[in-house]
């Protein structure tokens, strides 16, 4: 069963802020939110992990709701090689178990 | 810094061939992971090391998939009379220490770009 509900696609203009919405409701309290990317012909490449305190790092910003069962993935100024499909992943253990994502294509 | 890599890139089999694909994780990883990925779906866990020791390949699908990791760095996974249901792209990935230890999740998997397995 899937632990994340995230939109299938979206579209965002280049230089412009994406928003990439998940939600996760029933998360436990141990489980942290995880985010990759897989950009086309590659493999999942890591952007940004937290259990509930906000998170950024070179790449995004990570907004967890005060309940944990949502979460924003920021990419604060997007750029065409930013166009992959992106996974929101709980994890609790070793695995990481990947849904569908969100096909992101960012525009010029 | 080198990631990890796997070979070959690419792979065309007939029906029934066996095939053996390689992964060289990062040095120094001790977690190896296999993961399946078919056409327009995300990545499916396959199979799990922790040094030498498999322990856990909850995720093979049949007895005719094998992984292997005999010291601890450089993993095969070989299928075996390969099937058309078999063409999927096949991801390894590691991470530098154990999990089920305190500083696990802040510790990513790294995953290499994969081998395209076609069984024609």
């Known amino acids: 069963d899937a632990k994340t509900t995230q939109p299938p696609s979206m579209d965002c203009a280049e230089g412009r802020a994406a928003n990439l919405p998940c939600n996760h409701s029933t998360i436990s309290g141990n489980e942290y939110v995880y985010w990759y990317r897989q950009i086309h012909s590659q493999g999942p490449q890591y952007i940004i992990h937290?259990?509930?305190n906000n998170e950024t790092n070179e790449m995004a910003s990570l907004i967890i709701t005060e309940d944990r069962k949502s979460s924003t993935l920021i990419l604060p100024h997007a750029t065409l090689r930013d166009t992959a499909v992106y996974y929101c992943?709980?994890?609790?253990?070793?695995?990481?178990?990947f849904g569908a994502g969100t096909t992101v294509t960012v525009r010029a | 810094g080198a990631g990890v890599s796997q070979s070959p890139r690419y792979k065309v089999a007939k029906r029934g061939q066996d095939v053996a694909l390689r992964c060289d994780p990062i040095s120094g990883h001790v977690s190896l992971f296999w993961y399946q990925q078919a056409l327009g779906q995300g990545p499916e866990f396959l199979t799990y090391f922790q040094n030498e020791a498999q322990l856990d390949k909850s995720g093979l699908p049949s007895d005719r998939f094998f992984a292997e990791r005999p010291e601890g760095s450089v993993s095969t996974l070989k299928i075996q009379r390969t099937q058309q249901e078999d063409s999927a792209v096949y991801l390894c990935?590691?991470?530098?220490?154990?999990?089920?230890?305190?500083?696990?999740?802040?510790?990513?998997?790294?995953f290499g770009n994969g081998t395209r397995l076609t069984v024609t």
């Open positions: 937290g259990l509930k």
């Open positions: 990935a590691s991470s530098p220490i154990p999990p089920r230890s305190a500083p696990w999740v802040n510790s990513p998997l790294h």
């Open positions: 992943i709980v994890r609790d253990d070793y695995k990481l178990s």
